[in-house]
């Protein structure tokens, strides 16, 4: 594997893959397009047209090139080496949403707040903690997103996703062995699609409920900047993870260009002139940080995805 991504070997790998209907580029930056602003470029960014698109190229591409699949990018840091082979980011025709009888059909590339806005029009409770996720429904169901007490395993039903081959399968919300802020998936799944199901309720109250849990959100959290939500996951007993931090002194905490937010301590930032390796080296020294006040090794929530930067004496 190459010491990050090039321009020449973006051009050689896209003369080896498949033909598709979609949008296939070489050498495509990822940092204007990434929540935290950093990262370094896809060797190959594809966009595919439809399911029936995506199914074909992965079917056809050949067996030794990765694919990652990336949507809004809310809960992922890009290295700044950028991401070797090809990187799949779902478009508007993986976007829909349709209700009817308190069920609500969405293509893994619907924002998840649209979806609750969409719940309260149709009268459809229960999906209100939704409207706090930012992000696309495929991520939230990778990471079994959750917010204000509820996790999206509680209002998911069905999943349709394509396998690393194009082939594809339906699972149920059992079959995908859901966890804290995890799946059961395999790692290769690119989810496609899928059915959540609600509860009849007056949209006065639908409405209260996200009012207030948006100003509870405004009254803990960092608003108005781009974070990646939490960095670490809870430990599954004892303090939260903002606790520790804060206990280990790491309340503003910055390394370069990145800061744990004084607001929220389990908010990692971006304040102007960050770079993914201060991101990370940040969270790390975080974690040691921890480890050593409270002997707990925190896990990381946001998803790390690429290569690290080409370093001195090195050659890409």
């Not at 690393?164 to 059961?184: E, I, M, N, P």
């Not at 409270?294 to 001195?312: A, H």
Request: proline residues 5%.
């Amino acid at each position: 594997m190459t010491a990050a991504v090039t321009f020449d070997s973006a051009t050689a790998l896209l003369g080896r893959l498949p033909a598709a209907r979609g949008d296939l580029r070489p050498f495509v930056p990822l940092a204007a397009g990434s929540w935290l602003g950093v990262g370094g470029p896809a060797e190959v960014l594809f966009r595919p047209a439809d399911a029936s698109d995506l199914a074909d190229f992965l079917a056809a591409r050949p067996a030794d090139v990765p694919v990652t699949i990336i949507g809004a990018t809310s809960n992922l840091l890009v290295r700044d080496g950028g991401v070797p082979g090809v990187v799949v980011r779902l478009g508007p025709s993986f976007g829909g949403i349709s209700i009817r009888d308190n069920r609500v059909v969405a293509g893994a590339g619907a924002f998840v707040s649209m979806i609750a806005r969409r719940a309260l029009e149709a009268s459809v409770g229960a999906m209100e903690f939704l409207g706090g996720i930012p992000g696309t429904l495929g991520g939230a169901i990778r990471m079994n997103a959750g917010a204000h007490g509820h996790e999206l395993c509680e209002v998911l039903r069905e999943v349709t996703a394509l396998d690393s081959t194009g082939t594809t399968h339906v699972w149920t919300v059992a079959d995908l062995k859901f966890g804290y802020r995890s799946c059961g998936a395999p790692e290769d799944t690119i989810f496609i699609s899928a059915v959540l199901e609600g509860q009849a309720a007056r949209a006065a109250d639908i409405q209260a409920r996200m009012e207030a849990d948006r100003l509870h959100r405004e009254a803990v959290q960092p608003v108005r900047i781009k974070t990646a939500g939490s960095t670490f996951r809870n430990p599954p007993e004892g303090p939260r993870a903002w606790e520790l931090i804060d206990r280990a002194g790491c309340r503003g905490l910055r390394v370069g260009g990145a800061k744990m937010h004084e607001v929220h301590c389990n908010f990692m930032v971006n304040t102007g002139a960050a770079t993914a390796s201060d991101l990370e080296t940040l969270g790390e020294t975080v974690r040691t940080r921890v480890r050593t006040t409270s002997g707990v090794d925190l896990v990381w929530e946001v998803r790390r995805i690429g290569l690290p930067p080409v370093t001195e004496g090195e050659t890409a």
